[in-house]
């Protein structure tokens, strides 16, 4: 083990991106799946708990370290891409470096999330997804990845080979072994055409599942306070099509100054005086000007995101997300409460991932947030009682309150995951409070 990958360093402070998590830890930096071993032998030897991390993007304590922080930076990089589009790469290396690597070889993801400042592998331990109805999250694509397990075994898994822990580790929490290496399969670079403008939630809920259905990557932003949406509508197109990107100034004056710099100001003002929230909401929902353009996909599925938030989102089956943001709207009303920032809507298709929040049925999304440093109070916890009465599954990396208890009622696959956990990790050295909340203690 080389010196920087030991767990002999100094104490260092570490807190996630929203900065609701914090600890102070020991950090180590493998380079090799040789030095994950080493770092995780001496850990089990040493009776002390290792998290792996990535960009500490998760709004959950899932990726807080106790002792021993394994830090994915040094495992990073694009391998090699095949000529079929097998793209091999380093758990560590974050999604943007993946996606404009992909692109300059003729490649893409065939779906993203929002942001792309997340590493592959933390992105697809907690099921990160995008929207479309036909489209399952990250994890979907996945075709294998390289494990090493507390026992030290380096293991290559796939639909082949320990295909049983395969099937748990493409959404495993971080709680199956450290991902040192990824497959993924990867489409012929596409273009997106994006139709971005207003609606109504109204109109939304009454045809919900034909606007969500009307083209291929639909979502919708809900400004409560309002009956107004912002409705993203993209369209997947042949590159050979022709690029219609923003013009610069307009890219910037949208994406920078109105949903960055200006909607900071709205947070900013809102927290200052409460009272402002419902016209300032009002105002962001009519600041966004409709706009139509068309770019290489990973740029319009991707945004910047600089307000710090907290957020939580409900996955729910499909055909219950109208009655859910219908009541989730009717309880915001009835009581007045000062939301200032948008929820967010989207869908998945159905995957076969045990611990996928889209496992085994047609998903909607369901995305409330709130400034970062805030309490979220009952809004959230609204969300988490009207969701969980239709089986609702809360994202991994999304603050939530359910224990395995409850998880395992709205997961029929939950105690399989559980099982190959406890052969693994029969100690709990890759666990932390949180897992051993989500998933109960590791039981060998
Ligand atoms: C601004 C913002 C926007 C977001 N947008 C979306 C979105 O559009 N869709 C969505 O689904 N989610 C979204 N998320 C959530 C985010 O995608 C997930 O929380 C994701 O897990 C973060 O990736 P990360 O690299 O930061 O992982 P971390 O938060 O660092 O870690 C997450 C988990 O991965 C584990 N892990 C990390 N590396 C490894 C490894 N090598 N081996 C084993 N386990 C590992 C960690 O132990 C932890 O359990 C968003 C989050 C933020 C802050």
Redesign the pocket.
């Known amino acids: 083990m080389s010196g920087s990958s030991g767990s002999s360093g100094a104490p260092t402070r570490w807190r996630?991106?929203?900065g609701n998590q914090r600890a102070t830890v020991q950090a180590v930096h493998p380079a090799s799946a040789d030095e994950v071993a080493a770092v995780l032998a001496a850990a089990v030897a040493a009776g002390r708990r290792v998290?792996?991390?990535?960009?500490?993007?998760?709004?959950t304590g899932?990726?807080r370290p106790e002792h021993v922080q394994l830090v994915?930076d040094r495992?990073s990089g694009v391998e090699s891409v095949t000529g079929d589009g097998l793209v091999t790469a380093g758990?560590?290396t974050p999604l943007h470096r993946l996606n404009s690597e992909l692109a300059q070889r003729g490649w893409a993801l065939t779906n993203l999330?929002?942001?792309d400042?997340?590493?592959v592998?933390?992105?697809l331990?907690?099921?990160?997804?995008?929207t479309g109805a036909r489209f399952g999250?990250l994890a979907t694509q996945l075709a294998g990845l390289e494990l090493v397990t507390p026992a030290g075994d380096v293991l290559e898994c796939d639909a082949r080979r320990h295909p049983e822990i395969f099937a748990a580790a493409r959404v495993?929490?971080?709680a199956l072994?450290?991902?040192?290496r990824v497959r993924l399969q990867a489409e012929p670079a596409f273009a997106l055409r994006a139709v971005e403008g207003p609606g109504t939630l109204t109109g939304a809920l009454a045809d919900f599942e034909a606007l969500m259905t009307s083209t291929d990557h639909v979502e919708f932003y809900w400004f409560p306070h309002t009956d107004a949406i912002q409705l993203k509508c993209n369209t997947r197109l042949p590159l050979a099509d022709g690029l219609r990107p923003l013009p610069r100034w307009r890219a910037i004056w949208d994406d920078e100054v109105l949903a960055n710099a200006a909607f900071a100001g709205v947070v900013a003002a809102g927290r200052a005086v409460p009272a402002l929230v419902p016209p300032l909401a009002r105002f962001s929902a009519r600041a966004l000007a409709p706009r139509t353009w068309t770019d290489s996909s990973h740029r319009v599925f991707v945004s910047r995101?600089r307000v710090r938030f907290l957020?939580m989102?409900y996955a729910v089956p499909r055909p219950s997300a109208p009655a859910v943001l219908a009541e989730l709207r009717a309880v915001h009303e009835a009581n007045r409460w000062r939301v200032p920032f948008p929820v967010e809507v989207r869908l998945a298709a159905g995957d076969d991932i045990p611990l996928s929040t889209a496992s085994g049925r047609e998903t909607a999304y369901i995305a409330a947030h709130v400034p970062a440093h805030t309490d979220p109070g009952p809004w959230f916890a609204t969300l988490e009682k009207i969701a969980g009465e239709v089986g609702g599954r809360p994202?991994w990396?999304?603050l939530h309150g359910l224990d395995a208890s409850v998880l395992r009622e709205r997961y029929p696959r939950f105690d399989e995951f559980v099982a190959v956990r406890d052969r693994l990790d029969p100690t709990g050295v890759l666990s932390n409070s949180y897992l051993d909340r989500v998933l109960g203690p590791a039981r060998g």
């Open positions: 996630n991106w929203a998290r792996p991390i990535g960009s500490g993007h998760s709004f899932i990726g994915c495992l758990a560590g999330g929002d942001i400042r997340q590493t592998a933390g992105a331990a907690t099921g990160t997804h995008g999250g495993g929490l971080g072994g450290v991902v040192t995101r957020e989102e994202h990396g999304k």
